[in-house]
Nanobody, 124 residues
């Protein structure tokens, strides 16, 4: 599967932004899906994920209650809705897919496919 993230940009603190991840080649529904981010000078970190049934979702403590993940099988697209953005949310955001099952009870890892990132900059 090929993944393409888009929707990044510059937003003021407190604002909202929605990122998209369009999949091609295979149905998105075949995969556990997640969003990750990498801030300048830092390692890439898990943000939020959902299992294959899309029932179980898990987010990092830093975004809990502010970010939500969703998808549409018909559009073969996943989204990351980001609300109440903070300057510390500034990062390159990546969407990723994993073949192996995931319980949805802990941060995602061991992703098999990655999209190119999209930059989100939150100004104070």
């Amino acid at each position: 599967v090929q993944l393409q993230a888009s929707g990044g940009g510059l937003v003021q603190a407190g604002g909202s932004l929605r990122l998209s991840c369009a999949a091609s080649g295979r149905p998105l529904s075949w995969y556990v899906m997640g969003w990750f981010r990498q801030a300048p000078g830092k390692d890439r970190e898990f943000v939020i994920g959902m299992n294959k049934s899309r029932v179980r979702k898990y987010s990092s403590d830093s975004v809990k209650g502010r970010f939500t993940i969703s998808s549409d099988n018909a559009k073969n697209t996943m989204w990351l809705q980001m609300n109440s953005l903070k300057p510390e949310d500034t990062a390159v955001y990546y969407c990723a897919a994993r073949v192996a099952p995931w319980s949805g009870k802990h941060p995602l890892s061991d992703m098999d496919y990655w999209g190119k990132g999209t930059l989100v900059t939150v100004s104070s």
